[in-house]
């Protein structure tokens, strides 16, 4: 009995974090979407604050459960993307560039709010200070993975909208054409190659460099800055 109540309590300093990082970062864009013009995300419900409305079964649920439950060195996960008519937003680009970096920087300050109640911290109970402290950190560092990954420069994750909306037409239409395979190829250069290298005795970290590193980096900063 014991051990279940401590495995729901150790949950819960994940469950709550990621879905307070998955939900704000995708009504992030949506509130962006409306600044800039475009009220899909409204129309369709999804400009709201309820995690039932922005739960992906996959991404909120089955990936971060799998992930915790084979002890994965860090937490990972996602949300339904808001529905935004891109061609709806004005000025175009600047708010292609709004709506997609609404997102990660959400996630930064989420970052921030957990340093900021890490360092203001109330005296309760050692066990409550303990699971609260255990919980803001793992939602500083979510957060961090989230903001760094979201803005890897490939389609359809927010840094690759943003480079397609910084530049020039011709390569823009190819970046934009990447949509639909961009996720293929990230999965494949993120999870698949270093699976494969793995297994010819190569060591090829690349989420530890293109995500992990620069989360660690972004970490030190803001606790620098706010701690």
Same mark, same amino acid.
């Given at each position: 009995?014991?051990?279940?109540? !401590?495995?729901?309590?150790?949950?819960?300093?994940?469950?709550?974090?990621? @879905?307070?990082?998955?939900?704000?970062?995708?009504?992030?864009?949506?509130?962006?979407?409306?600044?800039?013009? !475009?009220?899909?995300? /409204?129309?369709?419900?999804?400009?709201?604050?309820? $995690?039932?409305?922005?739960?992906? &079964?996959?991404?909120?649920?089955?990936?971060?459960?799998?992930?915790?439950?084979?002890?994965?060195?860090?937490?990972?996960?996602?949300?339904?993307?808001?529905?935004?008519?891109?061609?709806? @937003?004005? #000025?175009?680009?600047?708010?292609?560039?709004?709506?997609? *970096?609404?997102? $990660?920087?959400?996630?930064?300050?989420?970052?921030?709010?957990?340093?900021?109640?890490?360092? +203001?911290?109330?005296?309760?109970?050692?066990?409550?200070?303990? +699971?609260?402290?255990?919980?803001?950190? /793992?939602?500083? +560092?979510?957060?961090? *993975?989230?903001?760094?990954?979201?803005?890897?420069?490939?389609? &359809?994750? !927010?840094?690759?909208?943003?480079?397609?909306?910084?530049? &020039?037409?011709?390569?823009?239409?190819?970046?934009?054409?990447?949509?639909?395979?961009?996720?293929?190829?990230?999965?494949?250069?993120?999870?698949?190659? $270093?699976?494969?290298?793995? /297994?010819?005795?190569?060591? @090829? #970290?690349?989420? /530890? +460099?293109?995500?992990?590193?620069?989360?660690?980096?972004?970490?030190?900063?803001?606790?620098?800055?706010?701690?």
């Amino acid at each position: 009995m014991n051990d279940t109540i !401590d495995l729901i309590v150790s949950a819960t300093t994940w469950i709550i974090p990621v @879905l307070l990082a998955v939900t704000l970062h995708e009504a992030a864009h949506g509130f962006a979407a409306k600044l800039f013009g !475009d009220d899909t995300a /409204q129309r369709m419900g999804r400009l709201s604050l309820n $995690p039932i409305r922005h739960i992906d &079964p996959v991404g909120t649920i089955l990936i971060p459960g799998l992930l915790l439950i084979t002890a994965a060195p860090f937490l990972f996960g996602y949300a339904k993307p808001v529905p935004v008519a891109f061609h709806r @937003l004005h #000025p175009q680009r600047l708010g292609v560039i709004g709506v997609a *970096i609404a997102g $990660p920087a959400t996630n930064v300050a989420l970052a921030i709010v957990s340093i900021l109640l890490l360092v +203001w911290l109330p005296s309760f109970s050692p066990a409550v200070n303990d +699971w609260l402290a255990t919980m803001l950190n /793992q939602s500083l +560092w979510l957060n961090c *993975i989230l903001a760094v990954f979201n803005m890897l420069p490939i389609p &359809p994750l !927010d840094g690759g909208r943003v480079l397609t909306a910084i530049s &020039p037409m011709p390569i823009a239409r190819v970046l934009a054409r990447m949509e639909k395979t961009g996720m293929i190829i990230l999965i494949g250069l993120v999870f698949l190659l $270093p699976y494969v290298t793995t /297994q010819l005795g190569i060591d @090829l #970290p690349v989420f /530890q +460099w293109l995500v992990l590193e620069p989360a660690n980096a972004l970490v030190r900063l803001l606790a620098d800055i706010f701690a």
